[in-house]
């Protein structure tokens, strides 16, 4: 089991810019999630997907975030335009199918820089 | 809004000593997790407590719930300084997806 991988792990980019963060889940989740952590706001949940669809965007903070799951392999998540505030680090996780029971399984994370 | 908080937010302990972190949490559930951060690394799963009156004990850590109190345990018993770490609770309510705490951030010292 490799776990949930992200990619990439850190990225600088200048304000204004296109970002574009990846997830693929462990195989056989259904769930997947966007997290994003920051000292001042901890950790929020940015999406959620359930077997590819997404069940709740709430916590995208602005029209600037979108994130798809195309498939049950491979999810991500883009920024445009990038501004400074949206400095953090950005998990994916994913769970198994008995979702209810089940915990969050963490990528690495990738930390974004915005300048 | 369900609201998830941890206490203390920072522990600073002594290498063999007891001590608790609490989560209190402002909506009835009866899924609660714990998880564990090492600096700059990722989140790592510790225990998933389903139901009132759950206990769990992986070494020297051991959780419990109570829904009816709302509230979870996180106990440390005889701390060493592999446990230094940041500890957050997470709660479901009806959906999947799970409030987290602010995380307790735990020293521990020689």
């Known amino acids: 089991d490799a776990g949930v991988i992200q990619s990439p792990r850190h990225e600088v980019t200048e304000m204004g810019q296109e970002v574009t963060l990846r997830c693929k889940p462990i195989s056989g989740h259904n769930s997947l999630f966007w997290y994003r952590q920051t000292m001042m706001r901890g950790l929020e949940l940015l999406i959620y997907f359930n077997n590819n669809v997404p069940i709740d965007d709430s916590g995208m903070p602005e029209d600037r975030f979108s994130a798809k799951m195309p498939n049950a392999s491979f999810s991500t998540l883009k920024i445009q335009p990038s501004e400074p505030r949206d400095s953090a680090v950005y998990f994916c996780a994913s769970s198994g199918w008995s979702s209810y029971n089940s915990p969050l399984h963490f990528g690495n994370g990738t930390r974004l820089t915005v300048t | 809004e369900l609201k998830v908080e941890q206490n203390p937010l920072f522990l600073s302990m002594q290498e063999g000593k007891n001590y608790t972190i609490y989560c209190n949490y402002s909506?009835?559930?009866?899924?609660l997790y714990w998880y564990r951060q090492d600096p700059g690394k990722s989140l790592e799963s510790l225990f998933v407590?389903?139901?009132?009156?759950a206990v769990k004990q992986e070494g020297r850590l051991m959780a419990s719930l109570d829904t009816k109190a709302r509230l979870s345990t996180l106990h440390i018993t005889a701390a060493v300084h592999d446990l230094s770490a940041t500890y957050f609770c997470?709660?479901?309510?009806?959906?999947?997806?799970?409030?987290f705490g602010d995380g307790t951030t735990l020293t521990v010292k020689p």
């Open positions: 997470a709660v479901d309510i009806i959906s999947l997806k799970s409030t």
């Open positions: 407590l389903l139901s009132n009156g």
């Open positions: 909506t009835t559930s009866d899924r």
